[in-house]
C-alpha cells in the first residue's frame, strides 16, 4: 500500500475518507486547518515566553507548556481539530517537517488515561494514523500538579516512505479532564522529541 502522509493519516479520524484518496496531502496542509471543529469556537488563547534554557521558547496553550526551538512558531490559521487539539507550532509554516500540537483539555475522556487509551485505539485499529502505524515505548511521567500523566510513542511513514517519529503525551489533575501534546517530527532525533517532553509543564487552574 502506497505510504500515507502525515496529513493524510491524521484527517482520516476527523473525515472518514480513505487513506489512498488523502496520500496526495502534505504536512503542511495538516499543520493548518485540515481537521477543523465542527463549531466556530474560538481557538483558545496562546501564550508564548522567553524559556530559561538558552535557544528555546516556551508555548502555552492553557493549562498545559512546553519549550521548543526558538524557531517554531504557532500556525496563525490552525482551527481546533475533532479530537481536541487547539493550537499547532511548527519548524517551518510553509514546509513543516516536526508538529507540536497542543490542548489545554482534549476532551476524550475524564483523565490522562482514558485520553491515551482513546487515541491508541483508534490508531491502532481504526488505521487514523495509517496502516504502517506502530505503537512505540508507553510510560507514567513525572509532571508537577498532575495525578496522571501518561505518554506514548509512535511511529508512521510519510507520503515519501520516511519515518515519521510520533509521540503523544496527556497530563490531568483529577476527574476534569486532561491537557494533551502529541508531537509528529521527521527530522528531530529522539532526544530532541524526548528533550520537549521533558520540558512539559501542567498548571491545573491553567
Known sequence: ?????????????????????????????????????????????????????????RAKEGRISIELPDGWTENPNFK???????????????????IARMSSNQGQGPTAMANMGYFEANAQFSTTHGT????????????TNA??????????????GETVKGAWVFVSSGTGGAAGLEIMATTLSEKEIEKIIDSVEFNPEG
Open 80 to 98: 481546533p481539530t475533532m479530537n481536541g487539539f487547539t493550537t499547532s507550532w511548527a519548524n517551518d509554516q510553509e514546509n513543516p517537517t516536526d
Open 1 to 57: 500500500m502506497k505510504p500515507a502522509s502525515i496529513a493524510a493519516t491524521i484527517t482520516v479520524l476527523f473525515t472518514s475518507a480513505t487513506l489512498l484518496s488523502l496520500s496526495s496531502c502534505t504536512l503542511g496542509a495538516f499543520n493548518g486547518s485540515s481537521s477543523p471543529a465542527e463549531s466556530d469556537s474560538a481557538q483558545a488563547s496562546e501564550d508564548t515566553s522567553k524559556s530559561d534554557t538558552k535557544g528555546t521558547q
Open 147 to 160: 495525578d496522571e500523566a501518561k505518554l506514548t510513542t509512535w511511529t508512521t511513514n510519510g507520503s515519501k
Open 132 to 143: 504502517e502505524f506502530e505503537l512505540g515505548k508507553s510510560r507514567d511521567l513525572k509532571i
